[in-house]
């Protein structure tokens, strides 16, 4: 069974949040060094573990939709 629509949408919405957060931080651990590197980099490092457990909820998801 499909997804409700306003679900699926909801979920697209979070992954595309989550693209931008990704490039945001990406773009500033570019402008930092030192120890503000290494902040940024922790925040893109929870963003990249945040797309992967949206990834295989998806995945799941698209899995028991078709059988």
């Known amino acids: 069974m499909p997804l409700p629509r306003n679900r699926e949408t909801t979920l697209l919405d979070v992954y595309s949040i989550l693209q931008s957060a990704a490039a945001t ?4 651990t570019d402008n930092q060094t030192g120890p503000n590197r290494k902040v940024a980099m922790g925040v893109v490092h929870l963003i990249e ?3 992967l457990r949206m990834d295989a909820m998806l995945n799941e998801l698209s899995v028991s939709a078709n059988g």
């Open 25 to 28: 931080a990406y773009e500033n």
């Open 49 to 51: 573990l945040a797309q």
